[in-house]
């Protein structure tokens, strides 16, 4: 899932580059991320603890302020085409 920042994004108020970091293992995230225009900035080594005190690698992805606006458009096709597709298959699972 896109972290807080982007988040924020998405709701206008907009950072210079907004960033996430993802678990090093999510690679769908990082793929979605790359996909809408995320620039990959580097790899945070064993920086944080989850709950069972194991150390976290974390790789940082970004979003220029000028980059923003395609990012955006590409995100929103991909959650609208994502919506529409869920629709399409509930609507098929209901009259079969």
Same mark, same amino acid.
């Given at each position: ?6 988040? @924020?994004? +998405? ?13 090093? *293992?999510? +690679? =769908? *995230? ?12 580097? @790899? +945070?080594?064993? =920086?944080?603890?989850? *709950?069972?005190?194991?150390? =976290?690698?974390?790789?940082?992805? *970004?979003? /220029? ?10 995100? $929103?096709?991909? /959650?609208? =085409? ?11 699972? $209901?009259?079969?």
């Amino acid at each position: 899932m896109a972290g807080e920042p982007l988040q @924020v994004a +998405l709701r206008g108020s907009i950072a210079r580059a907004p960033n996430t970091r993802l678990n090093h *293992s999510c +690679l =769908r *995230s990082q793929a979605a991320i790359e996909r809408i225009g995320g620039k990959f900035e580097g @790899v +945070l080594r064993a =920086r944080r603890m989850p *709950s069972d005190f194991t150390a =976290r690698t974390s790789r940082r992805y *970004s979003i /220029l302020e000028s980059k923003w606006p395609e990012a955006k458009r590409r995100l $929103m096709e991909r /959650l609208q =085409r994502s919506y529409l597709d869920e629709d399409a298959t509930q609507r098929n699972f $209901m009259w079969n």
